[in-house]
């Protein structure tokens, strides 16, 4: 289905843009070194994909929150 608006909207919006998928390959190495808690069905909001790519890359910064991770055990559903 298609949407009589320009730009991006979470009550307007169709499947297209809210459903987006994440795919993530993952070396032999990196799976022995980062263990990720990843479950499928979480409810996620791209603004908060910062903290995932902080925490896939071992970095932390003032306002990483690892409740905002998808990949992270202490994450919490964002999506508005």
């Not at 991006?8 to 499947?15: A, D």
């Not at 809210?18 to 799976?31: A, G, M």
């Not at 790519?53 to 990483?64: E, G, K, P, T």
């Amino acid at each position: 289905s298609t949407a009589n608006f320009v730009g991006h909207s979470v009550k307007k919006g169709t499947p297209a843009i809210k459903n987006n998928p994440l795919i993530l390959w993952r070396s032999k190495e990196f799976q022995e070194s980062k263990k990720i808690d990843f479950k499928k069905h979480r409810k996620y909001n791209t603004e908060n994909l910062i903290h995932t790519v902080a925490d896939l890359s071992n970095i932390n910064f003032r306002r990483f929150d690892k409740g905002k991770s998808i990949i992270n055990s202490e994450f919490k559903d964002t999506l508005k």
